[in-house]
């Protein structure tokens, strides 16, 4: 599998895009399949988890084209041809996403059969509220040999109370509620952003829905969708990302292409960390010249503190003056990337779900396994900032939701590259010369796989 090399000590400097929202974007993806019509989605993120979602919906009869083959950001989409509503391969058991198929097919055909991924490095994350807001639409839920399978005579409008805020159930119910009869009414529902652009694109199609961004939303159910156009919202967590990138290396950092108002939790948490902080227009550029600040970090459901970037801030506060704390209370296990800051040198231990960090004078580089999507995230951040060289491996997590990560980076002075290396004394050979060298480094000829990126 691919590592990233980094070595760390150079503040980020410059101008980075941010690209479209990958939670927005599958919660999209499987709203169009509701469509017998042709949509266009624009700014779509070119990520495993987006291609993998691409293949799925293909296999089942979509027709999915690229206007522009060179450019995976537009794409078109029509679902006319769905003839299968059962969808067991392997690309479906690769990304819990895969779920928004359920809510999509069983508003369009009153029935679907998805395979269920597995656990997720993060949590249980279990799907009763999705199962609670099909069965109040009238739909018969059962789960057999991994796969979902719900069915219904009449899907009619109903009234669900959802007992967890989740990101997930809101958008799989809207998603079926979109096409049932009469009106639903879903209450104590996530407000993300992403929940509201999946909102946006349903009523695009000729959707009826009302509220989104709210605690309750209203649908009045419609028989069939229209095209549409429709440009998916920049990724607030890519976003943040590279904003704490900047804050960790004392860096100078201006991100484009993005929606200020949905980064306010987490520029607010910046600014109470010594951050400078100027936005302008769709861009927002951060400046850190001096030792961060510590600070108290509780993630909650949207508008609070986003847990998808509570490893990135841990990253950064290991390296304030200080002692900090970081309150997971969204998922139950993703604190994993504290032991390989650990490693780095940080100072911070996990009670429950609480971290507790003691603010350390650097890191060092060393090498570290992601366990996750955003702690993959964390530990290239950590590297860019430590002193030596570090090793991320199982950065296939990263890739999964970050678009041209690497060559971002570069893009911005950091100092990282992708390669294949096999053995570990292979690895740390590489740290080492990376550690000397004024250059990237290349891999060894007899196992090179691919160019070094
Ligand atoms: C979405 O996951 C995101 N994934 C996650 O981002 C994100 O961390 C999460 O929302 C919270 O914002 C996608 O959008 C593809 P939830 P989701 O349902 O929908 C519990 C990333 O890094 N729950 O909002 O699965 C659940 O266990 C990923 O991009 C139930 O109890 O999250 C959790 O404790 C990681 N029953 C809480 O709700 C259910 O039926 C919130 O989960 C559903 C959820």
């Known amino acids: 599998m691919e590592q990233y090399f980094i070595k760390g000590g150079s503040p980020l400097v410059g101008n980075v895009e941010i690209s479209g929202a990958k939670n927005s974007a599958l919660g999209i993806l499987a709203a169009a399949i509701m469509c017998d019509e042709t949509v266009t989605i624009r700014n779509l993120p070119d990520v495993n988890d987006i291609r993998v979602f691409l293949n ?43 779920y928004y198929l359920i809510g999509a097919m069983l508003g369009k ?38 796969m979902i399978y719900t069915k219904a005579e009449h899907l009619t409008g109903g009234y669900i109370y959802l007992d967890v805020v989740s990101v997930g159930a809101t958008i799989n119910i809207m998603l079926a509620a979109s096409m049932a009869e009469g009106t639903t009414v879903i209450e104590n529902v996530a407000k993300e952003p992403h929940v509201v652009d999946v909102a946006q694109f349903l009523n695009q199609m000729g959707a009826d829905i009302k509220g989104a961004g709210t605690d309750r939303i209203k649908i009045n159910g419609v028989k069939k969708f229209k095209a549409a156009d429709h440009e998916i919202i920049p990724d607030q ?39 400078e902080i100027h936005e302008n227009g769709d861009e927002v550029r951060i400046a850190v010249t001096k030792r961060l600040k510590p600070t108290t970090i509780k993630t909650m459901p949207h508008p609070g503190f986003p847990t998808d970037m509570q490893s990135q801030f841990a990253v950064c506060l290991a390296l304030a003056d200080g002692s900090s704390t970081v309150a997971e ?22 009670e429950g779900t609480t971290a507790f960090i003691s603010g350390v004078d ?16 964390a530990l290239v951040i950590a590297g860019l900032s430590a002193e030596g060289v570090t090793c991320v491996e199982e950065i296939q997590y990263i890739q999964r939701g970050y678009e041209n990560f690497a060559e971002k980076i570069r893009g911005l002075g950091g100092y990282i590259q992708k390669i294949d290396v096999e053995d570990l004394f292979e690895r740390e050979r590489i740290m080492r010369r990376m550690e000397f060298s004024g250059s990237l480094v290349q891999p060894p000829m007899e196992r090179r796989r691919i160019p070094a990126e």
Not at 329 to 350: C, H, P, Q, W
Not at 363 to 373: Q, R
Request: proline share 3%; aromatic share 6%.
């Open 56 to 98: 799925a919906i293909k296999s089942i009869g979509a027709m999915v084209v690229y206007p522009d083959p060179e450019n995976r950001h537009v794409v078109k989409i029509n679902g006319r041809n769905i003839r299968n509503h059962k969808v067991d391969n392997e690309y479906i058991r690769k990304i819990r996403a895969s």
């Open 109 to 146: 055909y009153k029935e679907a059969g998805v395979a269920l991924p597995g656990g997720c490095n993060i949590g249980v994350r279990p799907i009763d509220q999705h199962q609670k807001g099909f069965k109040a639409l009238g739909a018969e839920v059962h789960i057999d040999k991994g």
């Open 237 to 275: 967590i890519e976003a943040g990302t590279f904003l704490c990138m900047a804050a960790a290396t004392r860096g100078d950092v201006t991100i484009t292409h993005v929606i200020p108002k949905h980064l306010e939790s987490i520029l607010a948490k910046l600014k109470e960390m010594g951050a």
């Open 329 to 350: 209370k969204i998922f139950e296990n993703r604190f994993k990337y504290t032991d390989e800051l650990t490693k780095m040198g940080a100072s911070m231990k996990v």
């Open 362 to 377: 650097h890191l060092t580089g060393a090498i570290v396994t992601a366990s996750d999507l955003r702690a993959g995230a």
